[in-house]
């Protein structure tokens, strides 16, 4: 799979208890896979009621599993954060540190803490905004 960013770079795979996550080593993006977020964090949620579609004027992305342009999403109708997700319901693309936010804005959940943990050791996010 390619990145949808770089287009170019292929993407990397990480384990995380057990769950391949995809990355980007060039701009440090992530791909989660439809229903991964909730694996990660042991949670049960629709992952549709926490993103808004976005009429954002950003580039749009191709889905890295069908090359399909993929659809803008704000988080909590925040549009200063913008992800991107397949149509195809293939899964959700993130750039460097939105998944961080993204976490941090849900609700706690018991895989929450070691995430973040695991987050920000791997991509050395800064702890604090
Ligand atoms: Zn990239
Ligand atoms: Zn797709």
């Not at 998944?99 to 804005?105: G, P, R, Y």
Request: proline fraction near 4%; charge should be negative; charged fraction near 25%.
């Amino acid at each position: 799979m390619f990145c949808p960013n770089c287009k170019k770079e292929i993407l990397l795979i990480m384990e995380y208890k057990n769950i391949e996550l995809d990355f980007c080593s060039n701009c440090l993006g992530i791909w989660l896979d439809a229903e991964e977020l909730q694996w990660i964090l042991e949670a049960e949620f629709d992952e549709h009621t926490i993103f808004t579609k976005s009429n954002a004027k950003e580039t749009k992305k191709k889905c890295p599993r069908c090359r399909t342009n993929m659809n803008k999403f704000s988080l909590f109708q925040d549009e200063t954060i913008l992800c991107d997700t397949c149509p195809n319901n293939h899964g959700f693309w993130f750039d460097r540190g939105e998944l961080e936010i993204l976490i941090q804005t849900l609700p706690k959940f018991s895989g929450t803490h070691s995430f973040l943990h695991w987050l920000t050791d791997v991509f050395q996010y800064p702890h604090e905004k």
